[in-house]
């Protein structure tokens, strides 16, 4: 009788141990489809992805040549305009200054001395003579 029992419960056993290794290979039947198909969708969004970055490094390589000319003509300009300053910058004060002094000498000697528009202080602040003649009233 014990050899009998012995027998039914390594019957059991192996059957269960066959039904676990049967659901083993199913899981690893799917799992090995599942990484198939990744594989296939994972392959051309690489070859896209590989083709994304070298357009963008195209496009930088442009922009990065002409950000490099924006600066040089950058630079060109600020000698130049340096060079004009230089000059044409001080003989041009010059001329203003004497066409001032030539203005003001002219109207000194056509009319009388200048005057300076009175100013009246009110409350800290200063007001001009034709907004003056509006507080007085």
């Not at 296939?40 to 490094?57: F, G, H, M, N």
């Not at 040549?65 to 230089?86: G, K, M, P, Y």
């Amino acid at each position: 009788m014990a050899g009998i029992l012995v027998a039914v419960f390594w019957a059991i056993l192996v059957s269960f141990l066959a039904v676990v290794l049967v659901r083993l290979a199913q899981v690893l039947k799917a799992t090995t489809k599942l990484v198939a198909d990744v594989t296939e969708q994972a392959v051309p969004l690489l070859a896209d992805a590989s083709t994304t970055v070298r357009s963008a490094r195209t496009q930088l390589d442009r922009v990065d040549a002409i950000a490099s000319d924006v600066q040089e003509v950058t630079s060109n300009a600020s000698a130049l305009s340096s060079t004009v300053a230089t000059a044409f910058g001080g003989p041009l004060v010059k001329v203003a200054a004497f066409g001032y002094g030539v203005r003001k000498a002219l109207g000194r000697t056509e009319g009388a001395p200048q005057k300076t528009p009175r100013r009246t202080v009110i409350a800290g602040r200063t007001v001009p003579a034709a907004r003056r003649r509006n507080r007085k009233g």
